[in-house]
């Protein structure tokens, strides 16, 4: 299977999901804005992600961005997609 990245194509088998460096995040967030970011500024977009990761619920790597990226290149700002996920502790009764 190929997947059109912005630049070039690139076999699948030549990616993988990466934790994200902080400009790969705030690549990501840029590109999420327009879905996310209703009612905010692009400003006020990323102060409010700013915020999950300095509070409780995101803080200590409760919050990561991942990005799927070449495996030749995990670092790269033109990776095609990216998402977050959330640790959650279930309290026990």
């Not at 030549?14 to 009612?39: D, H, N, P, V």
């Not at 500024?41 to 915020?51: A, C, H, I, K, P």
Request: aromatic share 12%; net charge negative; with cysteine.
């Amino acid at each position: 299977m190929v997947y059109y990245s912005m630049q070039y194509l690139i076999s699948i088998h030549m990616l993988s999901i990466f934790c994200a460096t902080a400009s790969q995040t705030i690549e990501s967030r840029k590109r999420s804005y327009e879905s996310w970011g209703r009612g905010l500024s692009l400003e006020q977009y990323f102060e409010r992600d700013v915020g999950i990761e300095q509070h409780d619920v995101g803080r200590d790597g409760k919050l990561t961005t991942w990005v799927l990226a070449p495996i030749d290149n995990p670092e790269t700002l033109d990776f095609p997609c990216s998402c977050e996920t959330y640790v959650l502790s279930s309290s026990q009764s």
